[in-house]
């Protein structure tokens, strides 16, 4: 699409998936904090002011709604609520037939696939985000002033445009302002009334009701977009929780920050946060906006994919209700249901967690916020025809969440919220005050591209004047000051380049970076670490700025660079792409200015936030021991402020912040978010990667250091007694070990070492001799160069198995590899390396049974026995043996399949009967014997199968099934 040039999706597809962000999900938050709010579950409508003015403008008294959102959305009587619906109703249809409706504005009942953004789906966002959609295919340096500056009229119009969605369940595609927010949170809460919809309603477009919005809402100021969105969500997710405790499989955990940029996935992200409602068990929809969406959408496709922005208010509206012990007759409550699944907004999760039997297809489609459809094709896709399979397997699932990026743990309620708890950076309380903070920014990229040049040549121009004699001391990080559009704006960098210490950080689940620039040198292009600094960004999905260093340099060829990076699937923005590309000379500083601007950019469109005003929250990025000062840590705050005096717990060590310096070496007094700041105090010396954070007293930290040591212990004693080690037989263990439901689908993930380039092509050429219909090879990295300690954490990350190809592994990867449960496999001999291939891929197989016969017996007459009746048999072939399993065959068709469970000769039980004899048989489940049944007698074996024969069994049932 022409439209893909702007920053917005600069990354967002720029990976298939992996990397992309969502500015409106993603700001202020490192992982999917909104899963904190969907969590969270006091109600607090705060966003009141627009309210007010978008009601007056409709004409709507709006005291008692205000009056009773202060009053925590109490109603004082139903009548009363009613009446208001009814008088908003008619306002909203007049409005509607004033309306003017607008030719190709079709955003408000459309499915917008998010593989195909378009100009309208940047409608929802702000004003100047739209623009810069609209800008379609224009240069990065066009877009860039588009953005920045903005037209406050259109973006005033593009709000306006948008806010409909107030009271529709209008196609978001991206995210809102925070007006829109605001209006949302409060608006909705009046107008969801728990009444039952009176008839179906199909998806609906914007209305425009809310046209009027700009003469009555002055254009806001961008401000923070999750924090609205959380104001949205928390009454919506609480009383969701509280209200709807039947719907365990519901479990989106947290919101896809990159919601908008990936395949499937729905870009509201904000609706994530608002609880997901899952089809046929949400809530209802108020008869308001029902009637009103019926009248305005009576064309729509009911099966068109929606996103309620208003759903959380409904729920809201329900529950409170509810409390109110208002009575619905079980008909209503469930035309109510029936009514919110097809209203329901589908909101991809991020984590998803799957019991043991799996998932059904209907669930995974709602957490994956797709279709059906999606899931039934991508089983044809693999060769399985889906017909009545309702339920797949947890490995199924995994499998089609990989290709939709979302991360799938076994049900395990601790792990999940661990993960959760990993990733959330709002809490509730800090929805209310999140400020902006500047980004924290990693450069990576092959040896001696020009990182380390750059990082300098950053520190020296960069640092504030007010710094004059610059960094004395180098902390692990450093803040400089960016002119951006004339204003002065901070980011931070982190000071030991390269993805080695990225990659360490990610493998011990820390995540600090908001932006990487990979440095490329101009006049060597893509090398092998190149490829690794850009597949560890991916995995983390951490967007991506590239300079193209040393352009002042002889034979530097930037275009060719440029060439190689999109061959690799990142297309420079200046070539109709989606990633910023900026060439520089670090050594001259020839524009890294521009480079700076465009990362700002990037973070910008990230909207970094976080709540200044808590007890700081953060990660350790450096430590060690001085001499003088004893231990010493350097943490990035990720929230809240950290100050001379809390009382500081990281990892296993703890302390009262003693003091505290910047990065130029100056003492402070505190350190707000993403500001790094080393700290003096501690009792011991903390890792790099370790969480931080304040906690009430001494006590406290040393109780909880002491607890984390503990199971730090535990955790290192299971890692080398091999838990979690994820290698060819664990591997093959894990899976015969779970019982899947015949959907014998898998990926294998790989990472390929090899000695020179036309390697990487000649193993993956021989690896397609292996049939890849059940198990599919991912090859997350391939790349030339002795396997490295990033490959280790890595895989490690990935869970993938590191393959190498003519190429070594020193001790030390070796030793942190066995450490972290990663299996490296060497190879000098391409054909053992496919044959290791093959093994791990069909030990990923699911084994068959084979059922060997053993015996063949004639039914002569039946008995009653005790609790049932017995077949007296005679033995002609074979024998039977008790336990053994038996298959009763009447006329030449089976008619039942079992256990032989009692087996006895005249009287006696007995172990076993040979040809030539009578005997009794007896199953526990099944007596209906008639003489002339023939009994076949087996025993099952388990049998391992081959790619080929699973694949030629899968062709087979496939056949079967007549597809
Ligand atoms: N001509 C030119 N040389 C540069 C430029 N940037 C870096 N260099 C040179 O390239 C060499 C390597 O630069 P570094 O900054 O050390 O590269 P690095 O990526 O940090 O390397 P490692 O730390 O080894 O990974 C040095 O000699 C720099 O002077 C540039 O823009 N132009």
Request: glycine share 8%.
């Amino acid at each position: 699409s022409s439209t893909t040039t702007t920053t917005a999706d600069f990354i967002a597809d720029q990976n298939n998936n992996s990397v992309s962000i969502d500015s409106n999900s993603f700001r202020g938050s490192k992982d999917g904090d909104d899963s904190e709010v969907v969590l969270k579950q006091t109600p607090k409508p705060v966003l009141k002011p627009p309210v007010a003015r978008v009601e007056r403008g409709l004409g709507v008294n709006t005291a008692p709604w205000s009056k009773d959102l202060s009053n925590g959305g109490k109603f004082d009587g139903e009548e009363e609520r009613n009446k208001v619906i009814e008088s908003l109703g008619e306002v909203l249809d007049k409005a509607e037939k004033l309306e003017i409706p607008k030719p190709g504005n079709k955003e408000g009942g459309e499915a917008v696939k998010p593989s195909q953004p378009s100009a309208n789906s940047s409608n929802s966002r702000n004003g100047s985000y739209a623009n810069a959609s609209d800008g379609g295919t224009r240069k990065t340096k066009t877009m860039k002033s588009v953005w920045r500056k903005g037209d406050a009229v259109a973006a005033v119009q593009k709000v306006v445009k948008e806010s409909p969605k107030i009271f529709n369940r209008g196609v978001q595609t991206e995210p809102r302002t925070r007006e829109e927010g605001e209006v949302n949170a409060k608006a909705g809460t009046p107008l969801a009334p728990p009444q039952p919809p009176f008839r179906p309603q199909p998806p609906v477009r914007p209305q425009p009701m809310l046209q009027g919005k700009p003469m009555v809402a002055p254009p806001v100021k961008k401000s923070p977009i999750l924090k609205d969105l959380g104001m949205a969500a928390k009454p919506l997710v609480s009383e969701e929780v509280d209200s709807s405790v039947k719907s365990k499989e519901r479990k989106p955990i947290l919101v896809d920050k990159f919601a908008s940029k990936k395949k499937g996935v729905d870009p509201a992200a904000s609706q994530a946060v608002l609880a997901p409602t899952k089809p046929g068990k949400g809530p209802p929809s108020n008869k308001f906006r029902v009637e009103h969406r019926n009248k305005k959408n009576a064309s729509a496709s009911p099966r068109r994919r929606i996103v309620a922005e208003d759903d959380g208010d409904d729920d809201a509206s329900i529950s409170r209700s509810g409390r109110k012990g208002r009575k619905w007759s079980k008909a209503s409550r469930k035309a109510v249901r029936l009514q919110a699944a097809k209203d329901a907004a589908p909101v991809k999760a991020e984590i998803l967690e799957v019991e043991e039997e799996g998932m059904s297809i209907e669930d995974l489609a709602y957490n994956l916020a797709i279709g059906e459809g999606d899931i039934l094709g991508y089983l044809y896709s693999k060769g399985i025809r889906p017909d009545g399979v309702h339920t797949l397997d947890r490995e199924m699932v995994k499998m089609i969440c990989r290709d939709y990026d979302v991360e799938v743990l076994d049900a395990d309620s601790v792990k999940v919220e661990e993960m959760a708890k990993k990733r959330q950076t709002f809490d509730e309380e800090d929805l209310d005050k999140l400020e902006d903070r500047p980004p924290v920014i990693t450069i990576m990229g092959h040896v001696d591209h020009g990182k380390t040049t750059l990082l300098d040549y950053i520190r020296k121009s960069k640092v504030a004047a007010s710094e004059a004699g610059g960094i004395t001391q180098g902390i692990g990080a450093y803040k400089v000051s960016v002119p951006v559009d004339g204003k002065l704006q901070s980011c931070v960098f982190l000071d030991t380049p390269g993805h080695e210490a990225f990659g360490a950080m990610r493998a011990r689940g820390a995540r600090v970076t908001d932006i990487a620039i990979i440095v490329v040198a101009a006049d060597d292009g893509i090398r092998p670490q190149t490829n690794e600094a850009i597949a560890h960004a991916k995995a983390a999905a951490v967007p991506i700025v590239i300079a193209i260093n040393k352009i002042d340099k002889e034979g530097a060829s930037p275009d060719r660079v440029m060439q190689e990076l999109s061959s690799i699937g990142l297309m420079p923005e200046d070539w109709g792409g989606d990633v910023p590309m900026v060439q520089i000379s670090a050594l001259k500083g020839e524009n890294v200015d521009d480079l700076l601007e465009t990362v700002m950019l990037v973070a910008e469109l990230q909207e970094l936030k976080a709540n200044p005003h808590r007890n700081a929250k953060g990660i350790v990025i450096e430590a060690g021991l001085d001499k003088a000062k004893g231990p010493f840590a350097t943490f990035i705050v990720q929230k809240g402020t950290l100050k001379r005096g809390d009382v500081v717990v990281c990892g296993e060590a703890f302390g009262k912040v003693r003091a505290l310096f910047d990065h130029s070496g100056e003492r402070v007094d505190e350190a707000g978010p993403s500001i790094p700041v080393q700290v003096i105090g501690l009792n011991n010396v903390p890792i790099a990667g370790d969480e931080f954070e304040i906690v009430s007293s001494l006590d406290v930290a040393r109780e909880m250091a002491e607890a984390r040591a503990v199971s730090l212990r535990d955790e290192r004693i299971s890692a080398k007694a091999g838990d979690g080690k994820v290698t060819l037989s664990s591997l093959a263990s894990a899976v015969s070990a779970k019982k899947m439901s015949g959907l014998d689908l898998h990926q294998l993930n790989i990472i390929l070492k090899v000695d020179v380039q036309g390697s990487i092509e000649a193993v993956r050429q021989a690896l397609q001799v292996l049939p890849q219909e059940n198990v599919t090879l991912k090859f997350l990295l391939q790349a030339t160069g002795d396997v490295s300690n990033s490959d280790v954490d890595l895989a490690s990350a990935s869970e993938a198995i590191v393959f190498g190809f003519n190429v070594k592994a020193s001790g030390s990867v070796k030793k942190a590899a066995e450490n972290k449960g990663v299996e490296i496999r060497l190879y000098r001999v391409i054909y053992e390396l496919i044959d290791d291939v093959r093994n791990a891929m069909e030990g990923l197989l699911e084994s068959v049974e084979e059922q060997i016969p053993i015996g063949s017996a004639e039914v002569r007459a039946t008995f009653s026995s005790g609790s049932g009746r017995v077949a007296g048999c005679m033995v002609n072939e074979g024998k039977f043996v008790k336990d053994c399993g038996i298959r009763v065959v009447r006329k030449g068709k089976t008619v039942h399949v079992g256990v032989l469970d009692s087996l006895k000769r005249v009287k006696e039980n007995v172990k076993e009967v040979s040809a030539g004899l009578e005997c009794g048989i007896g199953m526990d489940d099944y007596d209906d014997w008639i003489e002339g049944d023939i009994i076949e007698a087996f025993n099952a074996v388990q049998k391992r199968r081959t790619l080929e024969e699973a694949s030629a069994s899968m062709s087979a049932a496939i056949e079967e099934a007549g597809v």
